[in-house]
């Protein structure tokens, strides 16, 4: 067998190995991004589910909150309710707690 051909084929088996061993890495690193993926996917359909909970009970609480109205309390009344029970305050007010 001439010296060229033995070369042609190491040359090739090293090429091939080559693929195998950079298709292998490349697996690896694309298996590790989708398990991150899923898991960041699990974590924000709880966050989801959360908020959306979260959001249930405040449009629960709004709607108290509008019955009371109609039945004829002041809105200085359904402030007061508001912040005691509800903790709520408006967007641009700033709450001020004694430190302990």
């Given at each position: 067998m001439p010296v060229r051909s033995i070369r042609k084929a190491r040359a090739h088996k090293r090429s091939v190995i080559l693929a195998?061993?950079?298709?292998?890495v490349l697996a690896?690193?694309?298996?590790v991004a989708i398990l991150r993926l899923n898991r960041e996917n699990r974590l924000l359909l709880n966050n989801q589910a959360a908020l959306e909970e979260s959001l249930?009970?405040?449009q629960a609480r709004k709607e108290s909150l509008e019955e009371r109205e109609g039945k004829g309390l002041s809105k200085e009344e359904l402030e007061q309710i508001?912040?005691?029970r509800y903790h709520?305050?408006?967007p641009d007010e700033i709450i001020l707690t004694p430190e302990e």
């Open positions: 195998v061993v950079l298709t292998l690896g690193i694309l298996s249930k009970e405040d508001a912040r005691d709520l305050v408006y």
